[in-house]
């Protein structure tokens, strides 16, 4: 087990370094980009402010020649409204940010960030290998899979003693060199080892179809495979078809009604999810007759952001309510996949979290080559 250890942490410590290096910038992504905006992003809120009408905003657009399609209230009094507008005139979508209590247009998100992130992202997934760096780091990852489990096991005590435990629970912050190296190894692993086990798995959970399906089998669902598609698109069948002959019937007979208010939208909205929270509202156009709806639920214990769905035609009609508490498990996985990965899904804690957990993970590959070093002198 040890020989397997060195050797194999040896062989993935360069793959893994860069992986949880670039996982732990990457992760800061959205709040980097919200700071960089921070003139946009945030508005002066007075105390008894309240916010101008959503009815009120869409009557401005109307009188500069646009209409609203997409808006993005937060949750917080302090930040602005992103608002996605068709200009009639110029047939040009943009999407700027407006202070929610005078309207007042703030400009466009800056995304001059983008480049690096993205160059950072492509480490991450294939180390800017474009045909094999996405298997060598999967490879890696496997690798350090098997790291993690047999670290335990050698963290393990011989004698199940109070002393030997508190050993390997505790940093020797006096002793030497070598030994403090060989704590931080110890320890930081111990610490860190299931929420390093997660991530890593949720990432191969992207990288192979195979763990895919293991994780969505574990969890209650069904294996990636043509069959189990096909299998499901045929239980989901009727629905599906009800559904889309019922949207096609409302592209014509509700063509030219004027939509219900964005105000009257939201009272309806509130009726069905009891809480307050960030709501991105898509408005109905040609292609898509009708109004949907998503609230980020943080309303559990752990206050992670959860999807809410909601739906209803021109009219006010309520067509679907999708809850996440109300799906199966292995859904419930699949729509936070990504933010689980990430720790998004806990908001600015979980990112500082995981990448604090990342950098312990980028720490191990060097503390255990110095150990290796300091055995082959």
């Known amino acids: 087990m040890a020989i397997g250890h060195l050797w194999l942490g040896l062989l993935s410590s360069v793959v893994v370094f860069a992986v949880c290096l670039t996982g732990s910038i990457y992760a800061f992504k959205n709040p980097v980009i919200e700071l960089y905006n921070r003139h946009k992003v945030y508005v002066d809120a007075p105390k008894q402010a309240v916010p101008l009408p959503l009815d009120t905003l869409q009557a401005i657009f109307e009188r500069r020649g646009s209409s609203i399609t997409a808006l993005v209230l937060p949750a917080a009094k302090n930040k602005s409204i992103s608002i996605s507008y068709l200009n009639h005139e110029s047939g040009i979508l943009k999407t700027s940010y407006f202070n929610p209590y005078t309207a007042e247009e703030l400009g466009h998100s800056s995304r001059s960030m983008d480049g690096f992130f993205q160059v950072v992202l492509n480490i991450h997934r294939t180390l800017l290998i474009t045909k094999i760096g996405k298997q060598v780091v999967g490879i890696s990852i496997l690798i350090f899979v098997f790291m993690l489990l047999s670290g335990l096991v050698l963290w393990l005590p011989a004698r199940w003693k109070w002393k030997n435990i508190k050993a390997g629970l505790t940093i020797n912050w006096r002793a030497k060199f070598y030994r403090i190296n060989y704590d931080l190894h110890n320890t930081l692993g111990f610490y860190s080892l299931l929420l390093l086990l997660f991530i890593a798995l949720t990432g191969l959970y992207v990288t192979y179809p195979w763990m895919k399906s ?44 004027r939509p219900i208010s964005l105000d009257s939208l939201m009272g309806l909205v509130d009726q069905k999810l009891h809480y307050h929270a960030t709501t991105i509202i898509q408005l109905p156009d040609d292609k898509e007759p009708r109004f949907s709806i998503q609230k980020i639920n943080t309303t559990n214990w752990l206050g992670a952001m959860l999807p809410d769905q909601i739906s209803f035609d021109k009219k006010g009609e309520l067509k679907a309510v999708e809850l996440f508490r109300d799906k199966p498990l292995h859904k419930q996985f699949v729509a936070i996949s990504l ?15 995981y990448a604090l957990v990342s950098l312990v993970g980028c720490s191990l590959p060097i503390t255990g080559f110095i150990i290796w070093w300091k055995k082959v002198r």
């Open 214 to 257: 293991g994780i969505l089998v574990a969890l209650g669902g069904k294996p990636i495979s043509g069959e189990a598609v096909k299998e499901e698109i045929s239980n989901n069948f009727e629905l599906l078809l009800q559904e889309m002959m019922e949207k096609e019937e409302e592209k014509k007979t509700m063509k030219d009604l």
């Open 339 to 353: 933010p689980l990965h990430t720790g998004e899904f806990l908001g600015l804690p979980g990112i500082i979290l």
